[in-house]
């Protein structure tokens, strides 16, 4: 009876749609698709664009993101073992890659009489979408600071300064100068002789110096003397 259940599942496969060499969307993504369905149970799927054959359980089938996620770590020698216990070696695929794939085992599922999500097993949480896009936003905003940190036309010692006094004090770029304390000027050559301020922010100035003399004193530390 196993067996005849299980060829009854293998033969709800979808349909692979010739014309855009992969799976047909609408037999993948929607909610009553087989795939979708499919959520739990194990699988082999051949994947574009090099006929790619992946075996695992599936984890998720998403028609919002259009991918699936199959975990191929091998099953368990004891057959009874809980899917949430198996070990994880998960691989995103879109829709767009599947070319061909079938059911080849009935996987573990919920006592829910719902597909997909609600049943899969282990639990899928939902996402917290507010917490992605704060991540999302956070991380532009240290690619942009990233970006400004970086000298436009600007030599490789003078961007070496840079990132030496802004270690210590806020620095940023003004075209090729360097504003520091948003006071000292750092112009080129980029010398002691080209810390520039205006009166009564000598201390700031006392520091800049400080921080380029070191850095002066290290670069002549590392670099090896001619003639021995």
Same mark, same amino acid.
């Given at each position: 009876m196993a067996d005849n259940k299980r060829q009854s599942v293998v033969g709800k496969v979808a349909t692979p749609n010739l014309k855009t060499g992969g799976v047909a969307t609408k037999?993948?993504?929607d909610a009553d698709s087989n795939l979708y369905k499919a959520v739990g149970s194990r699988i082999k799927i051949t994947c574009a664009p090099?006929?790619?054959?992946?075996?695992?359980?599936?984890?998720?089938?998403?028609?919002?993101?259009?991918?699936?996620?199959?975990?191929?770590?091998?099953?368990?020698p004891n057959p009874s073992a809980s899917l949430s216990s198996q070990p994880g070696d998960y691989h995103i695929i879109p829709f767009a890659h599947i070319l061909?794939?079938?059911?080849?085992g009935l996987g573990e599922r919920g006592q829910q009489t719902n597909a997909g999500f609600d049943s899969a097993v282990p639990n899928i949480a939902k996402v917290d979408m507010a917490a992605l896009m704060a991540r999302e936003e956070q991380t532009i905003r240290e690619m942009k600071k990233k970006d400004e940190q970086k000298g436009k036309g600007v030599s490789r010692e003078a961007q070496d300064i840079f990132d030496a006094v802004s270690r210590t004090l806020p620095a940023e770029w003004h075209q090729q100068d360097i504003v520091v304390n948003q006071a000292v000027l750092i112009k080129p050559p980029y010398t002691l002789d080209s810390i520039k301020a205006p009166a009564g922010k000598e201390?700031? *100035?006392?520091? *800049?110096?400080?921080i380029m003399e070191r850095h002066f004193q290290k670069r002549a530390a590392a670099t090896p003397r001619k003639g021995g």
């Amino acid at each position: 009876m196993a067996d005849n259940k299980r060829q009854s599942v293998v033969g709800k496969v979808a349909t692979p749609n010739l014309k855009t060499g992969g799976v047909a969307t609408k037999d993948v993504g929607d909610a009553d698709s087989n795939l979708y369905k499919a959520v739990g149970s194990r699988i082999k799927i051949t994947c574009a664009p090099n006929n790619n054959v992946l075996e695992g359980t599936l984890f998720t089938a998403c028609n919002t993101t259009n991918a699936i996620a199959i975990n191929t770590a091998p099953a368990p020698p004891n057959p009874s073992a809980s899917l949430s216990s198996q070990p994880g070696d998960y691989h995103i695929i879109p829709f767009a890659h599947i070319l061909s794939f079938e059911i080849i085992g009935l996987g573990e599922r919920g006592q829910q009489t719902n597909a997909g999500f609600d049943s899969a097993v282990p639990n899928i949480a939902k996402v917290d979408m507010a917490a992605l896009m704060a991540r999302e936003e956070q991380t532009i905003r240290e690619m942009k600071k990233k970006d400004e940190q970086k000298g436009k036309g600007v030599s490789r010692e003078a961007q070496d300064i840079f990132d030496a006094v802004s270690r210590t004090l806020p620095a940023e770029w003004h075209q090729q100068d360097i504003v520091v304390n948003q006071a000292v000027l750092i112009k080129p050559p980029y010398t002691l002789d080209s810390i520039k301020a205006p009166a009564g922010k000598e201390q700031s *100035v006392i520091q *800049v110096r400080k921080i380029m003399e070191r850095h002066f004193q290290k670069r002549a530390a590392a670099t090896p003397r001619k003639g021995g």
